[in-house]
């Protein structure tokens, strides 16, 4: 009897103690602050929609814009607890049968959907991003399909591939910026995201009726730039096929606008994929317009000679000797194997280069005025481009310069720039002396039309007066010529104000005997020349041009008007036609020399580039 008492009432006893724990359960569930609402009720957030880029020559297209789409997950778990039983059939439809439908919707792999199912411990599997409705249609219907987590995405599309990507830059997985505009304008191109509240049915598709609030997104603002994506594909091009034939490892090239200092086009080499940003190399992801520091070399001569002429201290028929034994003068820098006349003008320096000669004027200037100049110039300081990662460059205050630093900052040695820096000073120059601050984004645009952003003409600084930078351009003429050193940049039908530069790569603290870095910078057309002598003034600058070119190994080419030279001729002259440019020396058009060797030369470049 004992036993069967035992028997009988520890089950009443069970039962008993599970009463009250579903009692107590109860009892909680009402009066407890966190459970005032069902299981049913969900909340969640509506991605918005992230701006567009545009460049100039826009007008309906971009270059970068966001589609929204559904990102697809595969949860093995979820596939093997479920039930699938369509609507008129009696047997459920086996694993084989749903990740065929899955394979055939996503068009990918039955074999590997099957894998994935078949695998428990790896859940939510990443499948695929559609924006195909009828796609999500078919994985969203639990009489067909199950196992399958959908999700609201965005996927951004970079329309014109590597094209102005160190200039666009690239988003990570999380849909933040993380290089060039798409990290310098995240939060303006993200916009808002929206929310919604509604309710869920026993299977946890939403019970469209019962939707309890809607906030829409706010769609994020579009972005207006000044480049050229025409402009920009000639200077790429231009620059990828310099690259390869004369060996260098690395270059870059910049385009202004003389008037407003608006950047036409901005190309770094190497370059990456925005969609793979990650996977680039960290040589690739650098900007090196704007975030490479480099002693310029001989194009900073001209900066020089404004000094000089500004200041009153020389004019361009001011004699020098050509003697580097100079007494007066401490370790001047020497002009190679070059022999000159026993006495040279600052204008011929500056068309053929002198070391010597330009190292004097620097010394007899001083480092106060020549570090002012160079400052006033914009050395030394960011530009403000609406870039992330600018560098400043390095220009110590003067009175840290040793008397070696007198005679070699004058021709671009111990003082580094950015292509931006340099480019702008050029720019002042051919603005008759007014540096306008360069711009790169032209506005930014709310989905409502509204413009958060406009960019405005800038005044940066005034380094020299208009005479001098006149003065300066007519100089500079000579350079682009056959007796200068930069006679493969010459445009027929233009006129080419520049400056060469080819300055020794810096090798474990040491110049280097065989590494360079080639430089030509130019402006046209020049400014110095008129169109028909009747003409009352010069015809008006309208670009500038930079290019660069790096040499990571021994090269023939390594000088500027080797190798940069003509590249910028091929830029300068694609740009000079898409812009409409008129020429300023109609004259060369109408007088072709067929038997040109230069000519014959550069057409059978141009051929076979």
């Not at 049968?97 to 894998?115: E, F, M, P, Q, W």
């Not at 480049?227 to 490892?249: C, K, M, P, W």
């Not at 480019?423 to 306008?436: F, H, K, T």
């Not at 290019?547 to 023939?556: E, I």
Request: include cysteine.
């Amino acid at each position: 009897m004992r036993g069967e008492n035992i028997r009988f009432w520890m089950p009443v006893a069970f039962l008993l103690l599970f009463a009250v724990y579903c009692s107590q359960k109860l009892f909680r569930s009402h009066f407890e602050s966190s459970a005032t609402e069902p299981r049913y009720v969900f909340e969640r957030d509506v991605p918005a929609c992230r701006g567009a880029i545009y460049d100039a020559a826009a007008g309906a297209s971009p270059m970068v814009k966001s589609v929204p789409c559904w990102e697809y997950r595969l949860d093995p778990v979820a596939l093997t607890n479920a039930t699938v039983r369509p609507r008129g059939e009696k047997l459920p439809r086996t694993r084989q049968a749903i990740c065929r439908t899955i394979a055939n919707a996503l068009s990918l792999d039955y074999a590997k959907v099957l894998a994935m199912s078949e695998n428990p411990s790896k859940r939510y599997q990443y499948l695929a991003q559609s924006t195909d409705a009828a796609a999500h249609a078919i994985l969203s219907d639990r009489r067909l399909v199950a196992g399958v987590v959908i999700e609201d995405k965005q996927v951004r599309q970079y329309l014109h591939g590597k094209r102005l990507c160190h200039v666009i830059g690239s988003m990570n997985k999380e849909g933040v910026g993380s290089a060039g505009l798409e990290l310098k304008y995240d939060r303006e191109l993200s916009g808002v995201p929206g929310c919604i509240r509604g309710c869920r049915d026993a299977r946890g598709a939403e019970l469209y009726d019962k939707r309890i609030e809607t906030v829409a997104p706010i769609p994020g603002a579009d972005i207006h730039l000044t480049v050229d994506r025409n402009l920009q594909y000639e200077a790429e091009t231009a620059l990828a096929d310099g690259i390869r034939e004369f060996g260098a490892g690395s270059g870059w090239c910049v385009i202004l606008d003389v008037k407003t200092a608006d950047v036409l086009a901005m190309v770094s080499y190497p370059d990456f994929n925005p969609l793979f940003f990650g996977r680039a190399k960290d040589a690739a992801k650098v900007n090196r317009a704007t975030s490479l520091t480099y002693e310029p070399g001989s194009v900073m001569k001209v900066i020089t000679a404004a000094a000089g002429i500004d200041s009153g201290f020389v004019k361009p028929d001011s004699l020098y000797t050509t003697n580097r034994d100079d007494d007066r003068y401490y370790r001047l820098p020497g002009d190679g194997s070059h022999v000159w006349e026993p006495r040279m003008s600052v204008k011929d320096a500056i068309v053929h280069s002198s070391n010597i000669v330009i190292g004097k004027l620097g010394f007899d200037l001083g480092p106060k005025t020549l570090w002012t100049y160079m400052k006033a110039f914009g050395f030394g300081s960011k530009t403000g481009i609406e870039l992330p990662g600018e560098e400043m460059g390095l220009l110590p205050f003067w009175q840290k310069w040793d008397k070696v630093k007198w005679s070699r900052a004058p021709i671009g040695q111990g003082v580094a720039v950015t292509a931006m820096q340099l480019a702008s000073a050029y720019q002042a120059i051919a603005n008759d002396g007014v540096r306008m601050k360069p711009h790169i984004v032209q506005s930014i645009v709310q989905a409502d039309g509204h413009e958060i952003y406009t960019k405005q003409p800038e005044v940066a600084s005034r380094p020299i007066s208009r005479g001098t930078a006149r003065e300066l351009r007519r100089m500079m003429l000579g350079v682009a010529s056959p007796d200068g050193t930069a006679r493969r940049a010459a445009i027929k039908g233009y006129s080419v104000a520049g400056k060469t530069g080819t300055a020794q790569k810096v090798v474990n603290g040491r110049y280097s005997d065989s590494l360079y870095r080639a430089t030509f910078c130019g402006i046209v057309p020049s400014g110095a020349v008129k169109r028909i002598p009747a003409d009352p003034d010069v015809a008006e600058p309208r670009i500038v041009v930079l290019v660069t070119l790096d040499f990571d190994q021994r090269t023939k080419f390594h000088q500027g008007g080797n190798s940069a030279a003509p590249i910028f001729r091929r830029v300068a002259t694609a740009a000079l036609r898409y812009l409409h440019v008129e020429p300023d020396r109609p004259d060369e058009l109408m007088d072709l020399d067929d038997a040109d060797p230069l000519d014959k030369i550069m057409e059978s470049r141009e051929r076979t580039l």
